[in-house]
């Protein structure tokens, strides 16, 4: 329960102090946020999509609306850092301290796994903000790129926006379901504790016997 208030405490938190800015430029912002984010520029992008999912729960935004300019705006950031990094990037990873054999073994990082970078690199900060720009200077097929981010986008606005709105619409019932269940996670803590000392008793013990033999 406790933990449950932390994480709503901590999303209301964002929601207010970014809630003077959102009423003020509504989705405007969000957008902004969003998309200067794709091709390197730092922003709370994701901290103002929570607040504004939250704020849609008191009637402030549309969350259709939301989400789905949320979704473009990371979507086309993105496709602007990758043009970026394709204009440019390469000439800059050139002039990087980088030999031949790591320029390639980059290239053939991209290839076989440059799908998934994009994809989770939304979920984590700087890696967010630079993976386009990087795997545009990798020279990755723009048709690769475009469904890679765009399915990026997707589940990251999904996990982010749908998420945060559901649990301001509905905290009352996740406050029930975790009060419930939070007994039950005690004993398995409990127990989980007790398999471990037993474990380490048991191991401790077999190192000390092992000399003794020989």
């Not at 504004?52 to 496709?79: K, P, Y």
């Not at 998934?116 to 690199?121: A, E, P, Q």
């Not at 019932?173 to 380490?200: K, M, R």
Request: with cysteine; aromatic share 10%; charged share 10%.
């Amino acid at each position: 329960m406790d933990l449950l208030s932390e994480i709503a405490q901590s999303l209301l938190t964002a929601a207010n102090n970014y809630e003077p800015l959102l009423v003020k430029y509504g989705l405007i912002i969000i957008f902004a946020a969003i998309m200067a984010e794709g091709f390197g520029i730092p922003t709370p992008g994701q901290s103002l999509l929570i607040a504004g999912a939250l704020l849609s729960t008191r009637g402030e935004f549309d969350i259709s609306l939301l989400l789905v300019s949320a979704w473009f705006a990371a979507v086309i950031g993105n496709m602007l850092g990758y043009l970026i990094g394709r204009a440019g990037g390469r000439r800059l990873l050139l002039r990087l301290p980088l030999n031949t054999a790591r320029l390639e073994r980059m290239n053939a990082f991209c290839q076989r796994h440059g799908i998934l970078l994009v994809i989770f690199s939304r979920f984590i900060d700087g890696p967010r903000q630079l993976t386009g720009i990087f795997v545009g200077s990798l020279q990755m097929p723009v048709t690769t790129f475009l469904l890679a981010t765009s399915l990026g986008a997707l589940l990251w606005v999904g996990f982010w926006g749908t998420g945060s709105y559901y649990l301001g619409q509905h905290m009352h019932i996740v406050a029930q379901v975790f009060e419930s269940i939070a007994p039950f996670t005690w004993v398995a803590t409990g127990f989980a504790i007790l398999i471990l000392c037993i474990y380490l008793i048991r191991r401790h013990n077999h190192r000390r016997a092992s000399p003794e033999k020989h």
